[in-house]
């Protein structure tokens, strides 16, 4: 049985032409929301949590703070190119974040399913390249290294 929020989601689905719910769930986690007054606009602000989740953990690579040990260490990892190209998402997905806070804003149902619809997409595209980037950071650590290796030398 549909929980309020699938059957309020099927509702606007069907009005806007949203993506599938359990897609769209399995991705955001939407079934959690606790309410589903002012549905789309919830989604977009659960988008907007992830996105920033992942915006920190590829922004620390771009712009590493020399006091992370973590970021210090997995950015070695990254070539320039590779480091280019995760700016690049960096931007796209700040783009994203930004225009949900916007189109929050406006109160508009349509003009937030339209970008819900476009953002999808955009999604699923995005997070190839951040499992990508994700994956070599894990296996960075992975690799065999002593301390003086990964440090430098403190003595």
Sequence with gaps: MANAIEQEYNK?????KLPKFNELDSEFEVSNLENERFLIKSILR???EKLEFYIEVIGNLVHPDASSLTTM?????FSEDEKNNMYGLFKKMMIFDRSIVGIVLSNDDKKQAEFLN???????EMKKDLASYIGKMKESWEKESTIEEDLGYFG
């Design 12 to 16: 606007l689905s069907k009005k806007y």
């Design 46 to 48: 659960k988008i907007v």
């Design 73 to 77: 260490y997995e950015v070695r990892f």
């Design 118 to 124: 476009k953002f999808f997409q955009k999604w699923l």
